[in-house]
């Protein structure tokens, strides 16, 4: 993180793309420390990790985008270009909607779902397609993408994959509660 400084103050970039974990310190760190020393410098946040707890740390450490790299490099690309131009990509609801998941805990949000939702919920984390969704609810497969579409907007969620995560966060913590 130190040479990333020392690096950014000779070259004076316009947009600084990090990572959330750095092999030496935290990428949030590296932002708040950029950005003080060049409050103008755009940075994006690049990771692997939806992570609540990093998405609102990078808004408070004054990130501008939070881009995971499960995008396409075009979506990266276009992206950078938004950023490097004055675009908010990490906007205020992505990051209230990431506080509230906070407050509330996981099983808070949870509760939010009905039941088939959570079944879908469930199947999700488990890796199933939506095909498979289908096939084990005895559901049409566009009947299962519009239950999708719902449960992800009742917890704050724009991809699948972080309802996966969040499955297997809850699995993770089970786990750890009954060994």
């Known amino acids: 993180c130190a040479e990333a400084i020392t690096v950014a103050r000779q070259a004076k970039p316009e ?5 959330v974990r750095l092999p030496d310190g935290s990428g949030v760190d ?18 692997s990790f939806a992570d609540d707890h990093a998405i609102v740390a990078a808004a408070d450490a004054g990130a501008r985008a939070y881009l995971l790299k499960e995008v396409t490099s075009t979506d990266i690309v276009d992206s950078i270009r938004k950023v490097a131009s004055g675009a908010q990509l990490l906007d205020d609801a992505m990051v ?3 506080r509230q998941r906070i407050s509330a805990g996981d099983e808070g949000l949870l509760e939010t779902l ?5 079944r879908i919920f469930d199947l999700i984390g488990n890796g199933a397609t939506n095909r498979a969704i289908a096939d084990e609810l005895f559901l049409a497969e566009k009947t299962v993408k519009n239950y999708v579409t719902n449960m992800l907007a009742k917890l ?7 309802a996966a995560a969040l499955a297997a966060r809850l699995v993770e ?5 009954f060994t």
């Open 173 to 177: 913590r089970d786990k750890q509660r």
């Open 96 to 98: 209230r909607l990431a």
């Open 156 to 162: 704050g969620m724009a991809r699948r994959t972080e």
């Open 15 to 19: 947009v600084a793309i990090l990572d």
């Open 114 to 118: 009905s039941p088939q939702e959570r």
């Open 30 to 47: 590296l932002c708040a420390s950029l950005r003080a020393q060049s409050p103008d410098l755009a940075v994006a946040m690049l990771t």
